[in-house]
């Protein structure tokens, strides 16, 4: 019984209960070398000892149901703690007051009459959160032996754990996103909205790896789909991870076109053949010197032209005088031999065709040599006087090789390079895609292509032109109009797939993670779709990428998936961006000829759901964060139950960061 009671802190209560017995024990002896008239004695003293044994029992009872309550009531308040710690990132004034909010709610001093109650918490540097909570508790029937009270301590403890988890980062680094989360000017700087998710995926990696309490058998991975009008495959092309039959050789694009069909001649002349004629008579020396000049006996001239017309051979003679040698008579009237030099010159002929004029319509390329990333040199413009060996019609990859053989002239040209963004595979014009129809490939995320029909293509901004919006079909002009040019990249940094991050150094962000998020730069348009469709498709445990998201099956075979879906802004597509389904306003990939860019936003926001749900249908919880833009239905409904926020400043959506990775994390009771 001493041992019970000092386990439940009634120091006090065992002393002087051993006393008690002790003293007992000393009576018993006396009583029993004693033996006259003692059995009053024997039977009072039973009677305390009983009572005394019925009472410590009957308290410590009471005592040890008070300690559980407390410790259950010190370990909610605890939990309670560390969680709203999760959302604010801090333990303060607020979090104290929930965690004590929750010990009050489930500690009951009625019970036992218990008083003088205190819970005391604070955080930790390692995100922890402690506690220790005291009471006292009266005694019912020990009160008699001078003891009314029993002194009770509990501490406890909560911590965030972390099981091996599979992370995609799925952000937003359209254009707005330089700018600061009330959509002031920043140009990206440090105010801006894409400094501010830089910050929070490093918050979110050192609140992870705190929580990783077994750094041997715990796996945390994290992905990257940054997304625009398109996404990044090249630094999957570059690995290896993604091979480049994945791609057709050949897709069409709405581009420009050069016809050459005006012939011109280009002449090469010949080395002169100089030889000389004799006058057929003798003629006076005046007469001579007119001879060699060609004008006598006809005032013809020198040089003479001949042949032709181009392309026949012409032809040109050049005469001049060599000699007159007397044979007769005297004087001016003398008569004599003269003798001119001639010297020809032919000139041979080539037919070269003239640039004509410009077509800007849709045609098929082949691309073939831009699956490499190396460089490939295009042409940007056409001088009018430009020519080529055969008439005909060029795109501008071909036509740029061409550049330095014979015949090829007037060209400007740049050298090109795929920077990895995709083209979307084959797709129908569906508005709501629930179910996703047949022909959707692009929707199919585990589908590895094996023909034409599923492969991807190229997102080549160096041979797609935009031609103006009332020459949807075709456009021909002689020369480029304002209207007439490239489009703008819409290119966003490289995806990646699932890679490990080192959580044993939480305080230390991986310098792999660190250069990773520093080239999250803003440039391009806001499609939700394009962003989900390729985080589901790298994630997909039965996708092209399989043998990533299921890596090292035995070792981890539980591991909690989760997408974390960021965006500034709505969904905001165009009839004229570039991008992963062409232009639209001469593709009609998505929507019917002639849909305005707001009709295009319902068919993207359902195309966006869909790929959602093929999300939450792999196991994944998708987390969804405005970041200075209000949720619309459409986010909502993408994030698992309870599971979109609103950040309207960097601050927020660090917290907000950091409580995914709470959520993440398992919270447990660290006693």
Known sequence: MPRLSKALGGTRFA??????????????????????????????????????LAGSGTDMARAYMTKTSLQNACDAGVLAGRKAMAVSGNYG?????????????????????????????SGTTTGAVTGTAT??????????????????????????????ADVMFILDTTGSM?????????????????????????????????AVVDKTNTRIRFGFVPFTATVNMGGLVASGDMPTSYFSDTQPFQTALAYFNTPVY????????????TYGSAITSANCTSYGQNKYPTNIGSPVSGGGPAPTATTSTDYSWKAWTQTSGSGSGALGTCVRNKSVTTTTYVTRYQFTNWIFKAATLNISAFKGLGSVPVVTNISATATVPTAGTYDMPTLASMVGTAGVTG????????????????????????????GATDLDIDTIPTSDASRWHLNLNDVEWYRGSTNVTSRTETSLQGDTYRVGSQCPPKAMLFTTVDTSAPTVVPSWLDTYVNTLVAAGSTYHDIGMIWGARLGSPTGPWASNVTADATKYPSVSRHIIFMTDG?????TTAYSAYGQELYDNRVAPNGSSSNTLVSYHNNRFLAACTKAKNLGYTVWVIGFGTSLTTQMTTCATAGRAFQASNTATLNNTFKYIAGQVADLRINK
């Open 570 to 574: 709505l969904m905001a597509p165009t």
């Open 135 to 164: 009471t006292t508790m009266p005694t019912v029937i020990m009160g008699i032996f001078g003891f009314s009270s029993i002194n009770l301590t509990v501490a406890c403890s909560a911590e965030l754990q972390m099981a091996s």
């Open 15 to 52: 002393a002087k209960l051993a006393t008690t017995l002790a003293s007992g024990q000393s009576l018993l002896r006396q009583l029993g070398r004693d033996t006259a008239g003692n059995t009053l004695g024997i039977a009072l003293f039973t009677i305390v000892l009983l009572v005394s």
């Open 93 to 121: 004034t607020a979090e104290t007051a929930k965690a004590n909010k929750m010990f009050n709610f489930n500690f009951n001093p009625n019970a036992t009459n218990a008083s003088s109650i205190s819970f005391n918490t």
């Open 411 to 438: 060209l400007t040209t740049t050298n090109a390079t795929w920077g990895g963004c995709i083209e979307e595979r084959a797709t129908v014009q569906n508005l709501a895609m629930n179910p996703v129809p047949s």
């Open 266 to 277: 280009v002449g090469t002349a010949g080395s002169p053949v100089a030889t000389t004629e």
């Open 178 to 210: 330089a700018d600061t989360p009330s959509n002031g000017y920043s140009n990206s700087g440090p105010d801006s909205k894409i400094q501010g998710l830089r910050d929070a995926v490093r918050n979110f990696y050192k609140t992870v790896a705190a």
